[in-house]
């Protein structure tokens, strides 16, 4: 039998995970024009340290400091899957954020700095497949082979699938940091996290051409309106009961749903300031626990019934940076950034992940004078989910490396326009599935990403 209600479920409830561009599986770390432009920005002691670098946040003057910036980005997800029956053997995915917006705004006096930030920490965009996933061809492909064993030869099938998917987890960050002495300033926060996943997709018009005497003559035509007619019709109730439970399975299906919870995020920092050269932070971001609960309009699934709630947490994060001068000029960068995905509540998800997530990046930044900048930079990313139990069509973790371009100019003494652009390289990766009937086949995930970001710094 066709299990359509399980894979739809399955990609609806997970879907939300495919749509992090940077980061972990579930976290958006490119939080910043200058984050895609260098890469490291987990030691900053600019603007985007409300995000990246709270407790380093003491090192900006005296005032107010806002700055808001915003990134366009596309991403294209590419699944092939060689089953031998399925007539359409690569999919396609089209994932976008037209407007991914940041906004930050500090306070500095003296030891103190007060800070905000309002930021899309996870999701950020919509996920469109237009001719749906393996998961829902599959099932599809094997109506000939099925129903040629029940007495009815067919040779050839088509279907009408598609699924959209938008997910968006806005954080409203406020923060307090403290510079102790001259070498340390400390940082505490909360982040409160407001989530929204909308969900739309069908699989309806499959259509067949079994040749039957007295019911189908090898034309297409409706695989259900065929069955039900076999059910109805064929003397052997052995044959007439498999009809009807293939029919039931081929029946239109239509989800319309959404998905909404909160969820707070306590937050800590320090930032050293070793030397007038070396700048060191630590970052750690506790686990969010987050709840959604279904709002649903239309469930042809039978499994998205309103009100039901499920656990969808933001794992805990640890980002540890350094910052160098090492010319008059020339800044480095090091970040490392750590996720603790399987310590999560995913409603069982993460018990599939063989480790947790994490990225190292070096950035570049060079002052050609005082008023132009430009910098560079690169992001390894390590999938911590690469066991076969975890990868498939519908949720997959790739490792990733990233390079990013950029420049600042400063349109006077209290603005900064920055630019900034990047490119995202994953690495591809497969899984083998043996299926009882048809023998073995391999699914290959490949994907790749572009953003361009720009924003503007006000300080006063």
Do not use: C
């Amino acid at each position: 039998m066709i299990r359509k209600q399980t894979t739809m479920i399955l990609i609806v409830l997970l879907v939300v995970a495919q749509m992090s561009f940077a980061g972990g599986i579930l976290t958006n770390t490119n939080q910043s024009v200058q984050y895609v432009r260098t890469l490291a920005r987990n030691a900053s002691t600019d603007l985007d340290a409300v995000y990246f670098n709270p407790a380093g946040l003491t090192e900006l003057t005296d005032g107010w400091h806002v700055a808001f910036y915003s990134q366009t980005i596309f991403q294209e997800k590419k699944i092939n899957n060689d089953f031998p029956t399925m007539t359409t053997n690569e999919f396609i995915g089209d994932i976008t954020a037209p407007i991914f917006p940041d906004l930050f705004a500090v306070y500095k006096k003296d030891k103190l700095a007060f800070s905000f930030g309002i930021a899309p920490v996870a999701g950020g965009g919509s996920a469109e497949y237009a001719d749906g996933l393996p998961l829902f061809e599959i099932p599809v492909s094997q109506l000939p082979a099925g129903l040629s064993q029940l007495g009815a030869p067919t040779t050839a099938y088509s279907a009408d699938i598609f699924f959209k998917g938008s997910s968006a987890y806005i954080g409203y960050q406020l923060g307090v940091s403290y510079k102790i002495n001259d070498m340390i300033s400390v940082a505490l926060g909360a982040r409160y996290n407001m989530a929204k996943n909308t969900y739309e997709g069908h699989i309806k018009d499959i259509m067949i051409n079994p040749t039957f005497p007295g019911l189908a003559d090898g034309s297409m035509t409706s695989a259900y309106d065929f069955l039900m007619l076999v059910a109805a019709n064929h003397p052997d109730p052995n044959v007439a009961g498999a009809a009807g439970l293939y029919a039931a399975s081929v029946a239109d299906l239509e989800v319309d749903a959404e998905q909404s919870g909160t969820g707070i995020t306590p937050i800590i920092g320090v930032n050293l300031t070793l030397n007038e050269k070396l700048n060191v932070a630590v970052k750690y971001e506790m686990n969010t626990a987050i709840e959604l609960e279904n709002k649903t309009v239309v469930d042809g699934s039978g499994m998205f019934p309103d009100g039901a709630k499920f656990n969808n947490d933001i794992p805990a994060m640890l980002a540890v940076g350094a910052q160098y001068a090492m010319m008059p000029a020339l800044d480095v960068a090091l970040s490392l950034t750590y996720y603790f995905e399987q310590s999560a509540d995913w409603e069982g998800a993460e018990d599939d992940l063989d480790g947790n997530s994490m990225e190292v990046a070096l950035g570049l930044e060079y002052d050609i004078n005082d008023a132009w900048l430009v910098s560079g930079g690169v992001n390894y990313a390590q999938s911590g989910s690469v066991g076969s139990n975890y990868q498939s069509d519908f949720e997959h973790d790739l490792g990733s490396i990233t390079g990013g371009l950029g420049l600042r100019y400063k349109l006077s003494e209290k603005i900064d326009l920055d630019l900034g652009g990047l490119y995202t390289q994953y690495f591809e990766d497969e899984k083998v599935t043996v299926d009882p009937t048809f023998g073995s086949f391999t699914e290959t995930y490949n994907r790749v990403a572009k953003a361009i970001a720009v924003g503007i710094g006000y300080h006063f």
